[in-house]
């Protein structure tokens, strides 16, 4: 009992660290922020049109496009958790609370966590800016808790990957190049048209296998049609699929960097 | 009857690669007592001071801290000791009262009682005004206090300084000086210090181990590691190399041992005032006289050129300088 009482106050010191970290950086959050709001107005103006063609099949291509928006943030917050931690390696104070009796999970679900933070505040004001651009949630409210559920789920598997990735280089630069990964899962997938509208067969076969299509599959599902089984069965497999995977790997990452020997 | 805060016995640290970082030492530290282990770069200071404070353990060998074996208990380790390593270890978005006050709560403090800690510290390193600025607008005088006081926070009875002063300047070296020696004279914390420098070691411990390649090469006190190198040190420097050895042949049946330098002779000699005219009126016959000449009690460095056959200071000053030595 008092053990887990203990990892709970840990977690949500470490948590609250990590928090005000970001808060007061505001370089971290705010070019990630920047770039999701201006995929979305730069991409609603200039390609909106398309939404005429059959196989948009009348939906708005706001609705079509704000996925895009929210995962590109998604990816970018959760990203800052790895960034955080190679700080914390470079800076010396992840040492420091090695040497503290502190539990050793906590130390690195802090930032995991206070990226989630950051990412549902992101989430939650891109849909705000949506709304006054005049999206309409086919799904209504609950529609949008599922989106922001599902950018949630894909952002942790992105912190997972950003956390290993950060523990096992323990380098700034390399962390940060770890992090391109972002440019082929949101683009090389059915980013501005649907699945039926990409042209060449390696771009359809690529956006297949990418687990982000399915995440987007699920957003515009409820933002779109309403409710549907289907997709958002299939962007949950998807995403607790590659959850286990980077938060296996994160784990075992973060176990050879306190590793002691 | 005295406890033992530190007991290590053969302890052997090995790296990949096979890299021998320390290779079979064994000490003791007491309750109370303020211990310094005095070594070059590289030779095993840091390692060894991490395999203490448990975040390496040993190839081989055992190690107890505060009556803790450090492989098989390292959580009742942490809770009694503070640990300043080389470098802070500070997060630099967060204040000075932030950074101590987390530190209390994840030692288990109330936050109320993290609160008034943090205070008291903040008081005790004189950062009182500033405990609400932004770390990483401290200089870095302030940042090795408070990252000495960070260590501080849950009264630990064992205190680990790895090279608490490198890179810091007299004044602020003067400083931490003064906070250690408190701890340990006032507060009873037995304290290990690693440090390069002999003049921290001579100046602040009880009892100082040197290290060198792994290996502790001599242990004692100040006073009693320089007497085992005898009585009086000679340093005379020569313009030319060939100068400094024949004046070694010439002046060889007055000492008891001499060591010799890039054209820099060392003579340990019984009764050096007496001796040293007759030897410089000797050289001038030669035709080899000195370009200068000093006479001293032997220091530390003397205790470690004459165990290892090198100068440790002129090691501690090319490190300084950024220069790698061959």
């Known amino acids: 009992m008092n053990q887990r009482s203990n990892f709970i106050i840990d977690t949500y010191l470490m948590t609250k660290r990590s928090t005000i970290a970001i808060f007061r950086n505001p370089f971290i959050f705010i070019p990630n922020i920047m770039i999701s709001l201006f995929f979305l107005l730069v991409y609603q103006a200039g390609l909106s049109g398309i939404s005429n063609i059959p196989a948009f099949e009348g939906a708005s291509y706001l609705a079509f496009i704000l996925p895009v928006s929210i995962v590109s943030g998604a990816i970018g917050g959760s990203g800052g958790a790895g960034q955080s931690l190679v700080r914390d390696l470079e800076n010396g104070y992840f040492s420091r609370l090695l040497l503290t009796p502190t539990s050793r999970v906590a130390i690195v679900l802090g930032p995991i966590i206070a990226g989630m933070i950051q990412l549902f505040i992101q989430t939650v004001l891109i849909l705000l800016v949506g709304l006054w651009m005049g999206l309409d949630i086919a799904a209504g409210f609950g529609g949008a808790v599922v989106v922001i559920l599902l950018a949630a789920g894909f952002g942790l598997a992105f912190a997972g990957y950003s956390v290993g990735f950060a523990l096992r280089t323990k380098d700034a630069q390399a962390s940060q190049a770890g992090t391109f990964v972002f440019f082929p899962l949101v683009f090389l997938s059915t980013t501005f048209v649907p699945y039926e509208l990409i042209e060449a067969d390696w771009l359809k076969f690529v956006s297949k296998i990418n687990p982000t299509t399915y995440v987007f599959d699920g957003m515009r599902s409820v933002l779109i049609n309403g409710w549907e089984a289907q997709p958002l069965i299939y962007a949950a497999i998807v995403i607790i699929i590659i959850c286990s995977i980077t938060i296996t790997f994160a784990s075992l990452s973060a176990k050879r960097a306190v590793n002691r020997d | ?326």
């Open chain 2, 1 to 326: 009857m005295s406890n033992q805060a530190i007991v290590v016995e053969d302890l052997v640290k090995t790296f990949k690669g096979d890299v021998k970082a320390v290779q079979g030492i064994s000490f003791e530290v007491e309750d109370g007592e303020f211990f310094a282990f005095l070594g070059p770069n590289g030779a095993g200071k840091s390692t060894t001071i991490q395999v203490l404070t448990t975040l390496l353990n040993p190839t081989s060998g055992s190690v107890t801290v505060s009556g803790f074996d450090v492989g098989k208990d390292p959580i009742s380790i942490r809770r009694e000791i503070g640990v300043a390593l080389q470098e802070t270890g500070i997060d630099p978005s967060l204040t000075g009262r932030e950074l101590l006050e987390m530190q209390a709560r994840l030692f288990g403090f109330s936050k109320h009682d993290a609160k008034n800690r943090a205070q008291e510290l903040l008081d005790l390193i004189h950062l009182a005004e500033d405990g609400d600025r932004k770390v990483g607008k401290y200089s870095g005088g302030m940042r090795r206090r408070l990252d000495l006081s960070l260590c501080l926070v849950h009264r630990p009875k064992i205190l680990f300084l790895d090279e608490p002063t490198t890179g810091l300047d007299p004044y602020n070296r003067n400083a931490i000086w003064d906070e250690i020696r408190t701890l340990n004279r006032e507060f009873g914390t037995t304290i290990f210090l690693t440090t390069q420098y002999l003049e921290e070691a001579d100046q602040l411990a009880d009892r100082i181990s040197i290290i060198n390649k792994g290996k502790i090469v001599a242990s004692g006190s100040s006073q009693q590691l320089k007497k085992t190198v005898g009585m009086d040190v000679i340093d005379l420097s020569f313009q030319q190399n060939e100068d400094a050895e024949k004046a070694k042949e010439v002046l060889s049946s007055w000492t008891k041992d001499y060591r010799l330098t890039n054209g820099e002779l060392t003579l340990y000699v019984d009764n050096g005032a007496y001796l040293l005219p007759d030897m410089v009126r000797k050289l001038d016959k030669e035709g080899i006289p000195p370009i200068s000449l000093n006479l001293a009690p032997p220091t530390l460095d003397d205790v470690f050129l004459q165990v290892t056959g090198e100068h440790l200071e002129e090691k501690a000053v090319i490190k300084q300088e950024g220069v790698v030595s061959p």
